[in-house]
């Protein structure tokens, strides 16, 4: 009976061995000083690590590393310039990198009563195919052969949002195309031009450069990143 117990303890030390966990894609492998990776179920005594569906060490999901982040992914609705869906499903990847610097900012802003609202993040290349497919002017896309900062996973649209959720007023809406939205545009209230320059400093203070026809959009400077193709998952989003 000792010799049965001491073949089934083996085997399944073995059967263990071959199937080894892909630790890549375990939420605790990107690490963050300021955030947790490791999610409580509630009422469970017990961490629960969650199991990522992409490649960590290229890429972050926005919602994996501070869900108080909101989301309001434009091109995964129609509400957009081209008023078509041009995602499946609304997830906001970035570089780890610009996802941590991105976090870092959210962070400062919500010391401060504010936080990010999320209007794009990286978009694939494919979807910039059919994005230039729509618009084939260079005025409103980029062309997909030579790619954006989007396409390299280092651009963001955004907004700040106050303590409710609310988005500051910026003076025109997200992908408006005309001189209001440019920043050197500074016939526009105070307040405005405030919220302007409180997104764009904290902005620049984390290593992100504005462009001037786009209040909305900044790109990380400190790192350069190939073109993707990735298309994220989504199954179960
Ligand atoms: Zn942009």
């Not at 809406?173 to 209001?180: A, S, T």
């Amino acid at each position: 009976m000792r010799n049965y117990w001491l073949v089934l303890l083996l085997f399944l030390l073995a059967h263990c061995r071959s199937n080894p966990v892909n630790r890549d894609n375990i939420l605790t492998t990107p690490t963050l000083d300021t955030v947790s990776f490791v999610k409580m179920e509630e009422h469970s005594p017990v961490p629960i690590q969650k199991t990522l569906d992409y490649d960590t060490l290229q890429w972050l999901d926005i919602a994996d590393l501070d869900a108080s982040i909101l989301m309001d992914l434009k091109y995964a609705t129609t509400d957009n310039f081209v008023k078509s869906q041009m995602y499946e499903c609304g997830r906001c990847f970035l570089r780890p990198e610009v996802a941590q610097a991105i976090v870092k900012i959210h962070q400062d802003l919500k010391s401060k009563g504010y936080g990010l609202k999320m209007f794009d993040c990286y978009r694939p290349r494919p979807v910039q195919w059919a994005l230039w497919e729509k618009v084939p002017d260079a005025r409103y896309v980029a062309d997909p052969r030579k790619g954006s900062m989007h396409n390299r996973g280092s651009a963001v649209d955004l907004t700040i949002v106050d303590a409710d959720g609310n988005e500051l007023d910026m003076g025109t809406h997200f992908d408006f195309f005309g001189k209001e939205a440019y920043h050197d545009y500074t016939n526009l209230s105070k307040t405005v031009l405030d919220n302007r320059k409180l997104l764009k400093s904290t902005m620049e203070a984390f290593g992100f450069r504005a462009i001037r026809t786009e209040w909305w959009h900044y790109s990380y400077q400190s790192k350069s990143y190939e073109l993707s193709d990735m298309v994220w998952n989504c199954n179960n989003k």
